[in-house]
T-cell receptor, first 113, second 114 residues
Framework: AQSVTQLGSHVSVSEGALVLLRCNYSSSVPPYLFWYVQYPNQGLQLLLKYTSAATLVKGINGFEAEFKKSETSFHLTKPSAHMSDAAEYFC???????????FGTGTRLQVFP | NAGVTQTPKFRVLKTGQSMTLLCAQDMNHEYMYWYRQDPGMGLRLIHYSVGEGTTAKGEVPDGYNVSRLKKQNFLLGLESAAPSQTSVYFCASVPYGTGLYEQYFGPGTRLTVT
């Protein structure tokens, strides 16, 4: 069965520091991959998606992620954290030729001044 | 466009009571989904629908029923609520034919069962 693993349920960074949120997937066929963000008391919003085009994907709010097939990873990065980036981030995989998403358990990002 | 809306936003039920959560979308999307979100468990798929009049079970369907009588609405029912169903429920929709499976989420319904 397909699955997604997010390493670290909580990540804390200082404002201006690099943000790195880790996501690994298990799939025999490269799937579609997504990162979603959830701000407090809100629904999920798409940050970026990988759909077998460019391996480096740029999203909103300065985030980007790189698909690495050899490592089965899709880590999310941002060069410089902002206070407004504090939220919960979910990695998700859509297995090939399905109509469902499988979510990771989420990583809560805290940004300190 | 209002996007995806959910009614109600909050609800408290006693064990054994029933209720229906409404999800509505005005984007003419074919696919709709119901998830529950619990701390440390991410989002888990309850039921989904790939078109009007169709429904299918997801990962955690027990204790829930759904109906998709109109394309724009997807109802989630709890026939006899249990404390284990205390959760935040999210609805999502996807346009047919994009091949991208990007899901558009509603704001959520926070349900407490006492």
């Amino acid at each position: 069965a397909q699955s997604v693993t997010q390493l670290g349920s909580h990540v804390s960074v200082s404002e201006g520091a690099l943000v790195l949120l880790r996501c690994n997937y298990s799939s025999s066929v490269p799937p579609y991959l997504f990162w979603y963000v959830q701000y407090p008391n809100q629904g999920l919003q798409l940050l970026l998606k990988y759909t077998s085009a460019a391996t480096l994907v740029k999203g909103i709010n300065g985030f980007e992620a790189e698909f690495k097939k050899s490592e089965t990873s899709f880590h999310l990065t941002k060069p410089s954290a902002h206070m407004s980036d504090a939220a919960e981030y979910f990695c998700a995989v859509s297995p090939y030729n399905t109509d469902k998403l499988i979510f990771g358990t989420g990583t809560r990002l805290q940004v300190f001044p | 466009n209002a996007g995806v809306t959910q009614t109600p936003k909050f609800r408290v039920l006693k064990t054994g009571q029933s209720m229906t959560l409404l999800c509505a979308q005005d984007m003419n999307h074919e696919y709709m989904y119901w998830y529950r979100q619990d701390p440390g468990m991410g989002l888990r798929l309850i039921h989904y629908s790939v078109g009007e009049g169709t429904t299918a079970k997801g990962e955690v369907p027990d204790g829930y029923n759904v109906s998709r009588l109109k394309k724009q609405n997807f109802l989630l029912g709890l026939e006899s609520a249990a404390p284990s169903q205390t959760s935040v429920y999210f609805c999502a929709s996807v346009p047919y034919g994009t091949g991208l499976y990007e899901q558009y989420f509603g704001p959520g319904t926070r349900l407490t069962v006492t």
